[in-house]
């Protein structure tokens, strides 16, 4: 990800909606980089693995780490706890959610659908379009995100390049 123009995550009404429906955030620090790991590997392990042929913590941590931005990641929190990690960049031309992580005992309690509903609403509030991309394994992602309004625009051979644009355009 390059660097923000914008936070879409600073926006009262992006914040005040996700408070709401209970889900906290909170800026990310190094000490979150082996919080943010476990996430990773708890989420993201089997698609990972179906798609590339194994699961390497040492390659995963090779490529997290310099990704783990502190500008663009939030730590997301549920019932007291650490749940999972956001990275969201507002570009020019567009919102990027390049990375939501949940535990396995946060997902399916609507913390992402709450998360991702908040940031179209702040992003499609300035005309901007949401964009993403989606491990061609992970099927239960693509689902969730094109019940959310996305859809596909691209693909690559690992991937399916997504956007949710809004109403307007």
Known sequence: MGAPLAGALAEPDWEASVTAAGVE????????LEFALDALRAAMREYVAATWG????????ALFAPSFDLRTHRILRRDGEDAGVLAVET????VTLGRIFLLP?????????????ALLAAAHARGLPVELTVLRANAAARVFYERLGFRVVGETPTHF??????ASM
Do not use: I, K
């Not at 194994?54 to 941590?61: E, F, K, N, P």
């Not at 570009?91 to 567009?94: A, K, S």
């Open 25 to 32: 955030l909170r800026p990310a620090t190094r000490a979150d």
């Open 161 to 166: 390049h997504m956007e949710a644009e809004p």
């Open 91 to 94: 570009r020019v031309h567009c």
């Open 105 to 117: 005992r946060h997902q399916r309690r609507g913390v992402g659908g709450t998360v991702v509903r």
């Open 54 to 61: 194994s699961w390497d913590d040492a390659h995963q941590r």
